[in-house]
Every structure is written in structure tokens, then in C-alpha cells.
């Protein structure tokens, strides 16, 4: 595989990857890859933020690496660290060896050089998109950038401004090729505005039921067309109402997976009820859904349906 020839080309890629993309969609996924640019993905949690990058690897046959952030994350877990036990191991083997010899084997400079060498250095996900040397760049996913302090932003914003890092036992290195990086956030807190002017931005919606149907028969084997219809016009009419975690798209795979599962063709209230905990993921949430007539919601849908 290659890189996106065209929007086009990016289109049917990523749909044989079964990532059903709008046209907009896959716009800002070629232009990303022609400017160089870092792809900068916003919306609400389960709308296919992540799923997105993977689908970019996977149809670029290239290397995803995945850099996880989450609260009090820094430099060092995303960029690198020094193999503390091997470079203990060695300097244990070059004491050992100098007695056996009873003279000096290695000068104290050449054993400080060989311990901070890249044989000892361990690879994050920043150095590792950075030195990579796959035949086609790897894409670089930053999940959830909201999910870490400002003071790892601002590194971040450093390192995808020269993608180069500069390592004091060993100097600066610097990217042969340019990994293709899809930074995700679900708008926990506002991101810096320098760092969304260093990205291509697009912001990921719920699907309409058209694309959503389309997207549950590429994912869930044996679904009927009719009944994943019916469950995304459900879907729709959930996501009207005030939940504190709206049910995304990830929530309806496993919906309609599990109903399939249970052998069931059309839903019903008492097949709402036992799959619940496949759409909402908090107790307040699903109190406030008991609290409502599931009955009202299933008639609404086929009304829907009719029309």
C-alpha cells in the first residue's frame, strides 16, 4: 500500500477498511497527508475518532503507533527512557571483568558512552514514529490529547512542530520521513489555540441513519437491513435526549451485536431492557432511560419507519 493518491482514492480505501467516511471526511484526510500536516480529530466520545487512524494505517499499510494520554502523562513515558536494568547489568559485567583481568578493561568515558548508547535507549511512541524506517511512514495516533495537562501540550506542540528530538547523550534526531499523525480529543477542556493552527481540523458527528445502517451492515455480520434501520432510528431518537454520555456509534456495534447474539430479529421492550448496559454506560443515565416509556420510544420508531 501506498499514500492516498486522491480523495477519491482515500474514499474506497477507507471504506475497505469498513470505515463508512464522508466525503468531507476523507477531503481532510488527503489534504493532512499533502501538506504534512497533523490531522486533528474533535467530537463526542464513540463517533469514530480512533477508528479513523486505524483505518488510515490500515488502508496505507502502514504502522500504527498509539500514544495513550491520560492525566500527569509527560515527556519521558511518550518520548524515551534509558534501560536502567541493562545499563546496571552492564556496568555489573564490565566490574566483574576488570577484577577477573586485574587490570582495567573498559576507560570510565568508553563505559559511559557505550551505557547511553542507542542499544540501551527505549523507544516511546514520539521517538518511535520519529526514527521509524518502515517503507511507508507510520501514523502517529495521539488518543485523547484533552485527557493530558497543558504542559504536555506545549511539549507536543514542540516535537510536531520539527518532528526532532534532541537527546543529550546523544544529540539531535530527526525524522527521515514524516509519520502521518491523527490527534483525537473529546473536548474534555479547550486545546491551545497554537496547537490546532499546527493541525487540520475536523470535528466527527453522530452519522445520520443512512450512514449509520450502512456502517452496522459492514460491521455486524447477519444484520438484517431492516432491523439495523430500526435500531439506528432508535439510536437517533437516544441521542435527542439528555443523557450525561450519549450513546455513540461504537455503542451500537456492540447494541447490534449483542442482539444478534441473542437471536433476535426486531426489537422489542423487553430486548431494549436486557441489552441496556450495551448503551449506557452510566447508572444515571440508564435510571433516567427506565423512567421514561420504552414503549413510547419503540412506537416513535416505527412511526419513523412508515413514514
Known amino acids: 500500500m ?11 480505501r477507507l471504506a475497505a477498511q469498513r470505515y463508512l467516511a464522508s466525503r468531507d471526511v ?8 499533502a501538506m504534512e500536516k497533523p490531522l ?21 499499510g502502514a504502522r500504527l503507533i498509539r500514544l495513550q494520554c491520560y ?13 536502567y536494568p541493562r545499563q546496571l547489568l552492564h556496568i555489573r559485567l564490565a566490574t566483574a571483568e576488570d577484577g577477573e583481568e586485574g587490570a582495567p578493561g573498559e576507560s570510565r568515558r568508553a563505559l559511559e558512552r557505550s ?9 516511546r511512541p514520539l521517538l518511535e ?15 485523547e490529547i484533552d485527557r493530558a495537562d497543558e504542559e504536555f501540550e506545549a511539549f507536543l506542540l514542540e516535537v510536531l512542530s520539527d518532528f526532532q528530538i534532541s537527546i543529550p547523550e546523544l544529540g539531535t534526531l530527526e525524522a527521515r520521513r514524516r509519520p502521518y499523525v491523527v490527534l483525537t480529543s473529546n473536548r474534555t477542556r479547550e486545546l491551545h489555540d497554537a496547537l490546532k493552527r499546527r ?5 466527527l458527528d453522530y452519522p445520520d441513519v443512512e450512514r449509520e445502517q450502512a456502517i452496522l451492515l459492514a460491521r455486524v455480520p447477519g444484520i438484517a437491513e431492516g432491523f439495523a434501520r430500526q435500531l439506528c432510528e432508535f439510536m437517533r431518537l437516544l ?33 431494549v431492557e436486557e441489552t441496556l448496559g450495551c448503551i449506557f454506560k452510566y447508572r444515571d443515565d440508564l435510571e433516567r432511560f427506565r423512567e421514561s416509556n420504552i414503549g413510547q420510544v419503540l412506537a416513535q420508531v416505527d412511526i419513523d419507519r412508515s413514514m
Open 2 to 12: 501506498t499514500a492516498f493518491a486522491s480523495v477519491d482514492d482515500a474514499l474506497s
Open 26 to 33: 476523507a477531503t481532510t484526510v488527503f489534504l493532512s497527508q
Open 40 to 60: 486533528l480529530l474533535e467530537g463526542e466520545a464513540g463517533v469514530g475518532k480512533t477508528e479513523l487512524a486505524k483505518a488510515v494505517a490500515e488502508a496505507r
Open 71 to 83: 492525566e500527569g502523562v509527560d515527556s519521558a513515558q511518550a518520548l524515551y527512557e534509558w534501560n
Open 115 to 123: 551505557l547511553f548508547s542507542e542499544e540501551y535507549l527505549v523507544r
Open 129 to 143: 514514529a520519529i526514527l521509524a524506517e518502515d517503507e511507508e511512514p507510520p501514523v502517529l495516533l495521539v488518543d
Open 199 to 203: 493541525c487540520l481540523y475536523l470535528w
Open 239 to 271: 441521542r435527542e435526549r439528555d443523557f450525561y454520555k450519549r450513546p455513540g456509534v461504537a455503542e451500537t456495534i456492540d447494541w447490534a451485536t449483542a442482539l444478534i447474539a441473542l437471536s433476535r430479529e426486531t426489537l422489542d421492550e423487553r430486548a
